[in-house]
């Protein structure tokens, strides 16, 4: 992949790019990068051009001057993308970064064709209640000077992340890269990105819109409640709705692989979409 820096609003935004045609604008997740996202499924790249950021905050761009919610997150990529002169595209979110790709969506309207939202946080009454508590109390002032002090042990981040987040088997790389990835992470804007989208509505844009939609969820996770999105959106044929019933809120090799053949499908082209049915099977 190239790496590139494109100054917005006078602070660069780190990016990571592949491929050629359409361009496919990846949106991390909380405490993220682009590698975690598009190193992963960077065979995408096989069907689009792929602008991978590391948002505001994260990775190795730094925070905005402004609050970090999706919807300040959402213009700074809008600027990026003006800056790259892309005019129409497709976008994809991950957790929080699909709040981001929502927010995204509603701004630029028609310019996006395929969206994709991969385990979405898009409505309060979707998230788990004690997922919702938890946020409430740990973002409190006090309470995240500690928190933040303790993300950065890494015995206690994956103890949290097992036993509270209930990821699922996550492999050893995918745990090292999501913890060098907190270290790194912006303590204020995290927490401001975290309470926002933990309080957003996209529900009614997700039902309103009209084109080629993805959402990938997993059945054993704990934030998302996979059960009643997927009776929310039963009726809407342009939804394709994804369901890993092999793995919790985390990832491992084997469950990005199956997301991926999901993917893949979706932004084939149709005369290549044989092949990726082939690849799904194959992988089964």
Same mark, same amino acid.
């Given at each position: 992949?190239?790496?590139?820096?494109? $100054?917005?609003?006078?602070?660069?935004?780190?990016?990571?790019?592949?491929?050629?045609?359409?361009?496919?604008?990846?949106?991390?997740?909380?405490?993220?990068?682009?590698?975690?996202?598009?190193?992963?499924?960077?065979?995408?790249?096989?069907?689009?051009?792929?602008?991978?950021?590391?948002?505001?905050?994260?990775?190795?761009?730094?925070?905005?001057?402004?609050?970090?919610?999706?919807?300040?997150?959402?213009?700074?990529?809008?600027?990026?993308?003006?800056?790259?002169?892309?005019?129409?595209?497709?976008?994809?979110?991950?957790?929080?970064? +699909?709040?981001?790709?929502?927010?995204?969506?509603?701004?630029?309207? $028609?310019?996006?064709?395929?969206?994709?939202?991969?385990?979405?946080?898009?409505?309060?009454?979707?998230?788990?209640? *004690?997922?919702?508590?938890? /946020?409430?109390?740990?973002?409190?002032?006090?309470?995240?000077?500690?928190?933040?002090?303790?993300?950065?042990? @890494?015995?206690?981040?994956?103890?949290?992340?097992?036993? /509270?987040? +209930?990821?699922?088997?996550?492999?050893?790389?995918?745990?090292?890269?999501?913890?060098?990835?907190?270290? @790194?992470?912006?303590?204020?804007?995290?927490?401001?990105?975290?309470?926002?989208?933990?309080? *957003?509505?996209?529900?009614?844009?997700?039902?309103? @819109?009209?084109?080629?939609?993805?959402?990938?969820?997993?059945?054993?996770?704990? /934030?998302?409640? /996979?059960?009643?999105?997927?009776?929310?959106?039963?009726?809407?044929?342009?939804?394709?709705?994804?369901?890993?019933?092999?793995?919790?809120?985390?990832?491992?090799?084997? +469950?990005?692989?199956?997301?991926? $053949?999901?993917?893949?499908?979706?932004?084939?082209?149709?005369?290549?979409?044989?092949?990726?049915?082939?690849?799904?099977?194959?992988?089964?």
């Amino acid at each position: 992949m190239q790496e590139l820096a494109v $100054d917005v609003g006078a602070k660069p935004i780190r990016c990571l790019t592949a491929g050629s045609g359409r361009p496919l604008l990846l949106c991390h997740g909380f405490l993220s990068s682009a590698e975690e996202f598009g190193g992963r499924f960077r065979a995408l790249a096989a069907y689009r051009r792929l602008i991978i950021p590391d948002l505001p905050g994260n990775g190795g761009s730094p925070p905005m001057a402004c609050r970090h919610t999706a919807e300040s997150l959402a213009a700074s990529l809008e600027e990026l993308l003006a800056c790259l002169g892309i005019e129409d595209f497709d976008v994809a979110g991950l957790c929080l970064g +699909a709040s981001v790709a929502s927010a995204l969506a509603q701004r630029c309207g $028609d310019r996006i064709d395929r969206l994709v939202l991969h385990t979405p946080l898009i409505a309060p009454t979707l998230i788990r209640r *004690r997922y919702r508590e938890q /946020v409430r109390v740990l973002t409190t002032p006090p309470l995240w000077r500690g928190v933040v002090a303790l993300s950065r042990n @890494r015995t206690v981040s994956n103890l949290y992340k097992r036993f /509270v987040i +209930a990821e699922g088997d996550v492999d050893d790389r995918t745990a090292q890269a999501n913890f060098a990835n907190q270290l @790194r992470a912006d303590p204020a804007a995290a927490r401001e990105w975290l309470r926002d989208g933990v309080q *957003r509505g996209d529900l009614a844009m997700l039902l309103q @819109r009209t084109g080629p939609t993805l959402v990938i969820v997993a059945a054993q996770d704990q /934030v998302v409640d /996979v059960d009643e999105l997927q009776r929310l959106i039963a009726d809407r044929h342009n939804i394709t709705l994804y369901v890993d019933r092999q793995q919790g809120h985390g990832w491992n090799h084997a +469950a990005v692989q199956r997301q991926l $053949d999901v993917m893949l499908d979706f932004f084939a082209a149709d005369g290549e979409r044989h092949m990726a049915h082939a690849r799904a099977a194959l992988s089964a």
